[in-house]
């Protein structure tokens, strides 16, 4: 026997009410009675029946037009109608279908509508069914939705960030892609330079920001430490492949923007071309993608080398994903690369805005298909550029107050290890030299690249001065460093501090034959030309006291704090 | 989008033909032509002459094929690619992992 319900039984005949409603009732049911409209419509209100049984023909309001207040009190739930009828005409059999959802002629036969309930009532279970679960999806997918919106929040704080607000910066990321994948990030390091990175993740879903997080918190916690490109993007391509699964990856485009030498250093894999745009007009030159994504190879395979372009004030640098060259238009005709390179080629176009604007009136009306991620930098000067240098946080307040440190490195150690962020960080534990830490690291950056570069290389900086220099003086520099197979550059640090005050001595001697120190009064005297490359201009501006002993490959700089009346 | 696999007659290769886009929802179907193999082939050759399209999911299947074939030791060749499907192999410099011809 079918599971007892309630069951409306409205029917303004008395014997027909009571035959249907012992048959009802034999099966059962719980049987609730009305004699017109007006109280079939008051029951069901009170009573909620499962199933109504309503003759159509009554005095008053006639049975459809019940069945539509019933059905509208019912709201969501599915109430099944049977209309009781006397009529035989196809047409007005038609109508009670239209209306509700049976009909049983009179007279009326037990077996058939005994059938018909069970019928009806797996009906409205189903629907019933149907309806909970339609509930607990929506429900699901609201919260889903929710936990999205909360993670997309927490992405676009990491994804997003740094110094991407910088004035020299501008960027474009699609705003309708919950997570679309890319990544920009954008930090200085301690010498005063910008680095840059653009990641497209595969997969658009969460497998892109599991993958950024730990990707930004390399990039900014190495950048602001100090070290090279190439140490973070080794390090970055190590932590991808170790927690990406296999097939996913991160196809990036990396960037050192030197302001002081006004060069950018690029290292690209997999992203499409980037282009620098010269500021007075002219063609674009593309960077070109050298190497596989990140997060595809082992730290053994994985090559870090860059390529060094020289810029010129106001010379810029676009960098996009694959999303903006597969936009496609009304016709499905893709935004293409020839798109771009037209837009970046006009004069006087301010790039940037070229390219957004082109990219929207192609797209036209159409949803974006992919992430659409733009980033343009400009090279500018050093002091026109506003993002702020990173900040050290050291161990204590107190920190070492006599101590002294010496630090060889030897020919296979040169030619990979950079020793910056090492010999920075222990620089950083003496309270007193945190406020100066931009400077310093210039400092020790410079007095390194001018022992290992001039010293123990020998190359010549005059080489930079030829059209492509820069270029060419790092092609050799690399050159030189595998062929490397003695030489030394070693590291001197001398440190005293009281309440009062204190000094920091650096010295840094290197195994080449030194050079004609007498060039350095002219350095000094900020003839500027004299000698290239040394930054002992740049040097004397920076050290409290800079002095060059013997040979010229042992010089020594100095940084006092306070009234500097502390023992030697 | 069709996949189609043949093993050579002396068994030791297996031919992977592409068609259409090779992209998200040729997944299931790329995977099984090499899961379902009793043994791991010498080599693989992924014929690409009838692919029109490849995006980046198609180059992390290529990677899990290679991965199947033995990562670093893997003999996995692709071929016939079109100009549309060889210029994303360029950009992603998968020439250092596939011997693209």
Redesign the interface.
Known sequence: MAEPIRVLVADDNRIDRTLLSRIVAREGHTVITAVDGNEAIERFTAERPQIVLLDALMPGLDGFEVARRIREAAGDAFIPIVFLTSLTEADELARCLLVGDDFLSKPYNSVILRAKITALERMRQLHATMQEQRDEIAQNNARLLREQQAAKDIFDSVAHSGCLNASNIRHLISPLAVFNGDVVLAARNPAGSMYVLLGDFTGHGLTASIGAMPLAEIFYGMTQKGFHLADVLRECNRKLKEILPVGYFCCATMIDFNFQKSTVEVWAGGLPDAYLTPADGGPSTPIVSRHLPLGVVSTQRFDPSTEVFELKHGDRVMLCTDGLLELRNSAGEMFGSGRLIDILGRSGAGGFEAVKEAAYAHMGERLREDDLTLVEVTMLHEHEIDAPMPTYVASGQIGPRDWSLTFQLGPNSLKEFNPLPLLQHVLMEVPALRVRGGVIFTVLSELYTNALDHGVIGLSSVVKSTANGFTDYYRRRLDALNALADGYVRFEFVSRASDAGGYLKIRVLDSGPGFDTSIVAAARAQTANVYHGRGLNLLFQLCDSLTFHGAGNDVEACFRWGDGDVPN | MTIRSEVSPDGRGVTIAVEGRFDFSAHRDFRETYESLDSTPESFTVDMREATYLD??A???L??LR?HAGG?AAEVRIVNCNPDVRKILT????E??FEIR
């Not at chain 2, 950009?91 to 998968?94: A, D, G, K, L, V």
Request: overall charge negative.
């Open positions: 980046s999911s180059l992390g299947m990677l899990l991965d670093d950009i992603s410099n998968f250092q992992l």
